[in-house]
């Protein structure tokens, strides 16, 4: 079981946090057609079963997990400035920074046409080390290729896996990863909230010494969704971080990775021995029932789950942690999101993945933002609820006890002031409390002794 852990090496004090031009939503909203919403669903899931089995493919010189990934979504925004995924790109590279959890000695990459509605035309596309900002490392970009070409065309709804170059990367190193898209797009698939500033281009800047021509600094990842690592023996899979605002790392400080799967990533990568790699599957306003009319907040958990979790290079396991925005945004009870949970928990388990439930963290005083039910009496009373099942239910292989971990012991339906962001995100110092309450050694026991014969 993996339980909780005591917090450890986190600082009481409050952290300044970035906030962006992210507006709350107000929590009267519609829902799209059935019809769209099921075209949707059963593109997204053919897409991800398009993937090639990258899952279960160990090996003695290591195996391939997913090292850096971000769940994919339609075109829609709330600044066009800052992301302009609602109006898509024409004759631009995009260069979009991320780090990766761990290292290995070749890497591959995927490119997402997801929330496309026609077929995605790539130019050409590069990966390098990262210098800090729109800079890469002198000499250190590679081309990326697609079954030997510079170029590929991508399906509607599906997604490019390139192939392996040799690239000697480590855990927790930055890279640039750049997609030159010559023609127009459409809306762009995208991951909106990344707390990560990113880059555009005109023209195709996919090769050596063009740095200086991002000049168009942007919030979003943009037609990337996964860097694939072939990694050492002793990493022994992939976990993945599945749920909403709280795992996507809303309100954390921009540019400098403090979301609490981030935080994990760092807890991995200096363990001794064996280790797994950790991605986010986490997505700003995502819920377990309901597709929102804002697309950038993606398709609900049961309809991205293929895609984003159980065919991630390497899954072993997952921590979901969701159902607060079902609460807070449409006054869900928690016997309507328990069914939702144990249809999830049966597709981990029989896709050969280890799961536990994180319990949902306080979030009084957080109505006067967010509206409906976020925050107030009977939010609290199903927020309540859904933690008594998730931790005395047995349905799950461990609980991770988030609530316990953030809650001030003063008044239990609140964040601790030191890890409070805005009575409902962690700040920095919240979201790290998080990830020391995970107890990896469980975890890892598990993942290990699952794939023993």
């Known amino acids: 079981m993996a339980d909780r852990q005591t917090p450890h090496g986190v600082t009481p004090e409050r952290r300044n946090t970035a906030r962006t031009s992210l507006k709350p939503p107000g929590p009267k909203l519609g829902r799209p057609p059935r019809a769209s919403f099921l075209a949707a ?111 590929i065309v991508i399906a509607a709804g599906g997604e490019a896996v390139s192939d392996p170059v040799a690239m000697n990367v480590q855990a927790l190193q930055t890279l640039a990863v750049n997609i030159h898209l010559p023609a127009k797009t459409g809306p762009a698939t995208q991951h909106y909230f990344a707390a990560q500033d990113s880059f555009l281009a005109a023209g195709n800047q996919t090769g050596n010494g063009a740095d200086k021509q991002f000049t168009r600094k942007i919030s979003c990842w943009m037609f990337l969704s996964g860097v694939d690592v072939k990694a050492p023996p002793n990493v022994v899979g992939t976990l993945i971080a599945l749920g909403d605002s709280i795992t996507d790392g809303y309100l954390s400080t921009k540019n400098t990775n403090q979301r609490y799967p981030d935080f994990l990533a760092q807890r991995l990568a200096s363990r001794k021995g064996q280790t797994l790699s950790v991605v986010n599957a986490g997505i700003i306003g995502n819920e377990l029932l309901t597709v929102r009319p804002q697309l950038q907040f993606g398709y609900p958990v049961p309809a991205r789950l293929a895609r984003d979790v159980l065919t991630q290079p390497g899954a072993r396991a997952v921590i979901l942690l969701a159902g607060i925005n079902d609460i807070g945004d449409r006054s869900a009870k928690a016997a309507d999101l328990i069914p939702v949970y144990q249809q999830i928990i049966q597709a981990a388990r029989a896709a050969g993945l280890k799961i536990y439930g994180g319990t949902l963290v306080p979030f009084a005083g957080s109505t006067g933002t967010y509206k409906g039910d976020y925050g107030t009496a009977k939010g609290e009373q199903e927020r309540q609820k859904l933690n008594t099942w998730i931790r005395t239910s047995g349905a799950f292989d461990g609980v991770i006890d988030f609530d316990k971990a953030l809650r001030d012991p003063a008044d239990p339906s609140r964040l601790l002031p030191a890890y409070d962001a805005d009575k409902l995100h962690p700040n920095d110092a919240g979201y790290q409390a998080m990830a020391n309450a995970v107890n990896l050694d469980a975890i890892i026991g598990d993942v290990v002794k699952a794939a023993s014969p």
């Open 41 to 151: 669903v059963v593109a997204l899931i053919a897409g991800a079963w398009g993937r090639p089995a990258l899952a279960a493919d160990p090996a003695a010189d290591g195996r391939w997990v997913s090292s850096w990934h971000a769940s994919a979504t339609p075109g829609g925004t709330f600044n066009s400035q800052d992301c302009p995924s609602d109006v898509g790109l024409s004759g631009q590279t995009v260069r979009n920074i991320v780090r990766l959890s761990t290292g290995g000695s070749a890497v591959r990459v995927r490119i997402s046409n997801a929330g496309g509605s026609e077929p995605l035309k790539v130019g050409a596309a590069s990966i390098a080390a990262s210098a800090g900002g729109a800079a890469t490392v002198a000499g250190s970009s590679k081309p990326l290729r697609f079954a030997g070409q510079a170029s």
